[in-house]
């Protein structure tokens, strides 16, 4: 199985803090799949100009063939201005409509307060649902007083994280046996 986790943002470090653990516990659970850690704020990507994704060339090229190799993509988002950053909606304009069909697509989210937590309800999950992901129903909500010098210090969000990379797998795994059997029924 092919795993991305996106970071999506290319300032601050709460959200690439909690994507390396979220990699970090994949990779301790599960080391017989491919994990890839996408940081945005480590590649140039280009603005959409409503070519293919296939058609970018350098880190746009890669970022976005990347993705959509991927059986599960993990974003990780902070909210900023509650809503998600311009360098990751870019991503998602970058892709194709069905970008994510027959993908799992969970969220994890860094916020300074409580208060954001609609962003992904009201914004991000639409988003997805259009794009034709199976979308992990529970999400990881990360707030500023979990976090410490660079360190998720709150045991229940990593509680949390471990659950979702479970249920990340587990999903997937579902919906291939589910193509599976669907596919049996054509006799060709």
Avoid at 34 to 53: M, P, Q, W
Wanted: hydrophobic content about 45%.
């Amino acid at each position: 199985m092919k795993i991305v986790a996106l970071s999506g943002s290319i300032v601050g470090s709460k959200t690439k803090t909690a994507m390396l653990k979220t990699v970090e516990m994949f990779k301790q659970k599960y080391p017989e799949h491919e994990v890839t850690l996408l940081d945005l704020a480590e590649y140039k990507v280009e603005f959409s100009d409503g070519r293919n994704y296939f058609e970018y060339e350098g880190d746009t090229k890669y970022v976005t063939e990347t993705i959509m190799a991927a059986d599960a993509i993990i974003i990780g988002t902070p909210v900023f201005q509650a809503s998600i950053p311009a360098t990751l909606k870019n991503i998602f304009d970058l892709l194709p409509v069905n970008a994510f069909r027959d993908k799992v697509v969970s969220i994890v989210v860094t916020a300074g307060t409580a208060k954001h937590y609609l962003m992904v309800e009201q914004q991000l999950k639409p988003v997805l649902a259009y794009m034709k992901a199976h979308i992990v129903p529970t999400y990881v909500f990360i707030e500023e007083k979990d976090f410490l010098r660079k360190e998720i210090v709150n045991d229940d969000i990593l509680f949390r994280l471990e659950r979702l990379v479970e249920d990340t797998v587990v999903i997937v795994d579902a919906f291939k046996a589910i193509r599976m059997k669907k596919d049996e029924e054509y006799d060709f």
